[in-house]
């Protein structure tokens, strides 16, 4: 009986003294985040995480900007593959509400929305909707104002930044401005354009007010592509303008022109040169980085021609975002705008624009201009409307590729000034996501130049070329430009939104 | 250390020794129906360590002490006699058949029972020729043979699981497979390592009482591995060997170039007599592409296409070597096997290697302490193709594999590709930007202005692309347990149960410089991996009987730990294609580089009473509780109970004389157990490296973290529960030669672990939670009959039959949720309805013609489709009857689950023949045939363009639409929801026994010659339009238990025959 005792007593020994720590178990090879967001140190690297979030969502937005405008088609109609079919369907104003391109642009967006709300709750930055203004609220770890304020600053113009594309591309959008639970979202339905533009301009002006205010000669080595007030002003100055608020955008711009120090590059060319990143004239922009980093640049493969081997670039190019014929013919052929943009390979025209030498496929240097100083200089002209300060400042543009400068005479109505700013914006920030949004921008802006003018005539134009070619039975150029709607100038909601909302319905954009 | 010498010393004085001998007997052992001579019954005296068994001609020879007073004659399948020895030196035995064997023992949780007591649902199948199956995994061997057990072969890839489910769904994420227990330790992947040979019986556990004992994770069903063991026997061998081949039963019919432009052609001179449409212009019949890819075909290729899906098919090999050792002496027995199997799949690439040993050796220490010590390490190396086989399906036929004269000629007008020669593989870029003319198959010729693509694609070809990779993994896995059992007093035993499963494994996936597209270096993924998994088990076990009442009782505790380590690299760039190891990469990739260590804990206390009275009432009664890692605090705790009854009906006395009634027996169950397996740490949001580069120059890599792109977590998380009731009856008749077990089951499973569908806009697609609950409902029928027996010829069946339905009871306060496939397609998961329904539209044939459409439209209907509208394209039906087509019309449009699936078995024997065959099939349920929705395979498979629509006037059949991509395509329709039906001979297995005589003179105990052939018969359903209904796609968004049913370019079923010998001696 003893013998037994002494089995159970061991028995029960171990099983007392193995159990609580066998299943109490945390992660080692991750950080997460109950844990995290505790020291200014830990909240600046989910702020860096931020900025690697503003990559995923550029990997859709050309398809939804560049390839939807005048400026580029898909390279090769007769294509089946999936991908083609679903870019070709943007290409035509037919998208479905099922768009994966879309889908993803949405989410990926929203994901780093996500992310730059977690840190401006850890450092709780509130935005209060009622009114329209960001708070500092009580905050029990210890992190400084000082540093609340910096990091904020620059979180701010990223959340900024994704909504004005989100509201542009799709409307009243839902409007998630802290982190937000699975159950939570099931009640939230869109808001209006009106609610959206409201936080944008918030969040603009918390950035510009406690954000980094170095003049460009002044900035920090290390600073150097984070968000600072100047292109938070730039961006504020396109939402104002966006808005038809042009006399509060005139006051932003004229800042940046007379104090910023920022200023144009002496050519094109060296823009956009891997070798003099961040210059005077990149007010923002997407960074990458080459060397097998995981921070390189897919769009040297993705846009590079299909079937080209390594003629363009090492592993091929995927072939997308083919510039349009009619884009490629407004350029002079001395324009150096022209040759940086377009190359040919054989007979199939490419974007250049983002192609550098690099060691592995989709590892590109290319940066990605979000907000350029010559978009400073022609958002004034907009701003301004017609005059002569409105035509020189186009011509600061046209001066620097060796263009002739126009003049009052020349350009002497305000029909023949706002194609002429159309088509020099147009030149000048090709296949940098900028052509759509200005072209829906000029319906409110323009008095004489319509975005669905503009697209049936690229229709038009590209009819024979291209889309006549699409497998029978192809469109007719009538059904093609009777998919050209006011209503189409938007995007879907995606359809999965919609479905698996159970709880609330949630209104797709009309015509869809 | 002093017990391991004493060990090592008794391993090596085991063989044939001889002792003090005081008696010998002999006899002959014969069936007493048949007349025939009886191998392998064991013979046993008392007061004597030792045994020994009968020769093919049924011969026995035994030494016994003096002492000894009677022998033991058993075997399986027969009625074991004690006979007394009295003065007798020569013992003749007439073995007596029984086709149920009363003493049979069923493996159970963590014990064994005697059939007879067993109350819950638990399926035994013995390893009789389980191990001469054509397949190399055991649970392909499964397939069809277990009511319940539903074995589904999604792939046909060497080495590839099938899916398993034991009584369909009782849980909704995808760790809703059966839990594997290899003698008493779960194993993960149990049922891929385990060598078939090394199995003596596979029991199931499919009701939730039986499943109890295994808690957290019986959810899903518990499949019990029971490895073989040595006998107190003579040193016993056997060599068991077999080769064959594999060849697919069917393929696509695929059309070459030529023939499609034809078709082409063919259509539009159609089209162009008929007068109510314009004549196609001559743009529209065929783009400029695909007249290049067709003069292609007819000028450099000789008008003959290219067969690209036999370019990726080959006749597959088949090996199996198997050696064992096993017998025993007083106090130690062993079973020592070593086996090599190959299996080279049918895709060119895809092999699958294995070698195991495995060691089980028995100890008696004292009379009170026995030790089992079992080890099993094995190695496999699988090669897997790095392209799909779909790949090569779509490939079009204009594609030359390699160069020859002319398609060199040709690309050579491009300076880029002056350097191709004959021989080299040809590309699709190599062809693009050339000018070219020719002939059509109309006769015009066709001249264009410009130069064209063929094929514009910047991948290599498949073909080009497999042959310059390789991804092969290298498994090296041990299972080893030692156990323990002290006998503490009568009737009360302590067993203790250590064991260890380690699991490592290195993969390189390599990539030759330019494999998939010029310029890409070369680049090798290293993967590795290590998984230790530690379980300790006590138990005490505690037998009594008392007059009538009988009583056995289980108490333990265990705790099991696994750590799993894993690393990936990536290195790029090496000097040489031949040099594959990281030293020699001149980059590392830090996209391609990843760690992780992972901890898994579970602690568990258990409990069983299985009480008898009379041996006619039965009872058993568990419980077992589970903290598990996997949760948050709060939450990690939860309770398992299960009872269940039994009546040996037959055995009252009001039956007892009815002699045709051999068995009566009534069970009846109800249980919890539960699922735990989700992915690691679903209660907290787990954050990833995201960096970032800021500062001059080209900026400065800075580390970033930022949280999961894919799943959101629930720190309320907790187990999910199935609570199932079993009613059971087993009914033996005219003895025993008819037996029928039936088993209705229905169960509830509740707080259903799931990844929930989450608003995008919150910055996932998918939440963690615990919501809703799940109703099955299903019935098992097993059917074994033994239909006739004379001297010379025996037949018996098995049959089984089972049916299995579920229903979603709630989903929290959902109504349902939806779940979207590759192409968009939607799965709903809607309350009151089967878990999948395929959620899209449905289709009334195609548009006939404009004037239809014109005339609809005149009757108000519209569409916010762009697409909904287009000749020869598919008709929408406006189900909600509103007259405007959109998505409001979308309804259910099917479910995967099938009415039933069955399965039977006929075993005949005459003489020294014997032959077996299984019939397997699956009735009702459907598919999602992505084919059909996918542009090249529906342009290019005949089976989706014969009879289609080509003009008002040549409809077609009026159902298949004409090929457009711009139309309403890739909308899930019911045109690609075909039924999943099918049946097959799955397995038939003919051998022959040598006649005795001849073995003997050998000086061989038997030897058996066999052929076993796998689905030599295979039939689908009349609309299913692919070549293998049990083909699914599996991985990605397929991995979700809430996606199912969905396949596209299925790998061909395979056919295959092996010859195997069989010797023992």
Known sequence: ?512 | MKNMKFLLLLVFIISGSAYAQKKVITGTILNKETGKPILGVNIMADKSKSGTSSNAKGEYSINLKSTSTLLIFSCIGYTTQTILIEDKSVIDVNMIPSYTDNTEVVVIGYGTQKRADVTGAISKYKNDKLDEAPVSRLDQALQGKIAGVQVNNTSSLAGDAPKVTVRGISSIYAGASPLVVVDGQPVADGLAYINMADIESVEILKDAASAAIYGSRGASGVILLTTKSGKIDKPRYKFKYSVGFKTPYKKYDVMTYTEYMNNLFYEASLKSLDTSIAAPLESAIASNNERAGYIVEQTLLGGKGTNWQNLALQTGLAKNLQLSASGGKSGLKYFISGGYQKDQSMMIHSNYEKFNIRTKIDLDLSKKVKVVFNINPSYSKKESPSENFTNFVRYPSFMPAYHNELTAENVHQLSQWENIIPGDFAQPRHFSEIYYSGYMPDGSFWAPTGTSDPFNSSTNSPLSSILNSSIIANEYRAQSSAELTIKLMKGLDFKSLATNYVNMSNTLNWSNKNAFADGLVSKGIYINSSSVDLLSENTFNYTKNIKDHSINALLGFTTQKTNTNKDQTTGLNYPSDDIRTLNNATQIDKAGTFGSRIKVGLISYLGRVNYSYLNKYLLSASFRTDGSSYFGPGNKWGTFPSVSLGWIANKENFLKDIDWLSKLKFRTSYGVSGNNRILDFGFLDLLYPSNYSFGDGTGTNTPGQATSMTIRSNPDITWERTFQNNYGIEIALFKSKINLNVDFYKSKTDRLLLQQSAMAFTGVPLSWNNIGSLKNTGIELDLSTVNITTSNFKWTTSANISHSENVILELGEEAYLINQGERNEIYKNQVGSPLIQYYGFKTNGVWLSQAEIDAAKANGLSSTFNNAFVPGQLKIVDVDNNNIIDNNDRTNIGSPYPDFTWGITNTCNYKSVDLSFTFQGVQGGSLINGDPNYDETKKLVKVYNTNRWISPMNPGDGYTPNYNKSAFNWMLTDYVVEDASYYSLRELNLGYTLPASTVESLNLTSVRIYLSAQNLYFKSAKNYRGINPEGRMTSGVYGSSLIGGYQRGSFPIPKTILFGIDLNF
Request: aromatic share 12%; proline share 4%; glycine share 4%.
């Open chain 1, 1 to 512: 009986m003893k013998y037994i005792f002494n089995f159970l007593t061991i028995f029960f020994f171990f099983s007392i003294v193995s159990c609580n720590k066998n299943i109490n178990i945390y992660p080692v090879s991750n950080l997460y985040d109950a844990t995290f967001y505790k020291n200014i140190d830990e909240i600046d690297v989910a702020l860096t995480g931020c900025y690697n979030g503003l990559q995923k969502p550029l990997y859709e937005e050309w398809s939804m900007t560049e390839l939807r405008s005048d400026n580029s088609i898909m390279g090769n109609p007769t294509s089946g593959s999936s991908d083609n079919k679903e870019l070709s369907d943007l290409d035509m104003f037919m998208p479905n509400t099922y768009h994966e391109g879309i889908y993803n642009y949405w989410l990926h967006t929203y994901y780093n929305i996500y992310n730059v709300n977690k840190v401006l709750k850890s450092i709780e930055v509130n935005y209060k909707q009622s009114e329209g203004v960001l708070l500092y609220d009580s905050l029990l770890i210890p992190v400084s104002i000082e540093d609340r304020k910096r990091v904020a600053a620059e979180a701010t113009f990223i959340r900024a930044y994704h909504y004005f594309n989100l509201v542009r591309l799709f409307g009243g959008v839902f409007l998630i401005h802290t982190p937000t639970s699975p159950t939570e979202a099931k009640l939230i339905n869109r808001e209006s354009t009106d609610e959206i533009y409201k936080l944008i301009i918030a969040d603009l002006n918390n950035t510009i007010n406690y954000g980094n205010s170095a003049k460009f000669n002044a900035i920090n080595n290390n600073d150097l592509g984070r968000v600072n007030t100047w292109c938070a002003k730039a961006l504020l100055a396109k939402v104002y303008l966006t808005l038809n608020r042009k006399s509060e955008a005139i006051i932003l711009l004229n800042d940046i022109i007379n104090n910023s120090t920022y200023s144009l590059q002496p050519t094109y060319k060296e823009v956009f040169s891997i070798t003099n990143e961040m210059n005077s004239e990149i007010l923002f922009a997407v960074r990458y980085k080459a060397g097998s980093l995981g921070l390189g640049s897919p769009f040297a493969n993705m846009f590079a021609p299909n079937g080209s081997g390594l003629a363009v670039v090492n592993g091929d190019g995927q072939g997308y975002n083919y510039p349009s014929y009619e884009l490629e013919t407004s350029y002079l052929t001395t324009d150096p705008r022209f040759a940086n943009n377009i190359l040919v390979y054989i007979t199939k025209h490419y974007v250049n624009k983002y192609i550098s030498d690099m060691a592995i496929a989709d590892d590109a240097e290319n940066d990605w201009p979000v907000i350029r100083y010559a978009d400073v200089l022609l958002m004034l002209a907009e701003a301004q409307g017609y005059n002569a300060s409105s035509i020189n400042l186009i011509n600061q543009i046209r001066i620097r590729s060796g263009l002739t400068a126009l003049t009052t005479s020349t350009i002497n109505s305000v029909a023949l000034f706002e194609k002429a700013l159309s088509d020099e914006r147009r030149l000048e920030f090709a296949f940098e996501n900028q052509r759509w949004f200005d072209l829906v921008r000029f319906n409110t802006t323009f008095t004489t130049l319509t975005a669905e003018q503009v697209m049936k005539d690229h229709f038009t134009i590209m009819y024979p070329k291209h889309y006549g070619k699409y497998p029978a039975p192809a469109l007719t150029l009538e059904q093609l430009k009777s998919f050209v709607t006011a209503e189409h100038l938007l995007l879907p909601i995606p359809q999965r939104e919609i479905d698996i909302n159970t709880k609330i319905v949630i209104p797709q954009n009309p015509g869809y």
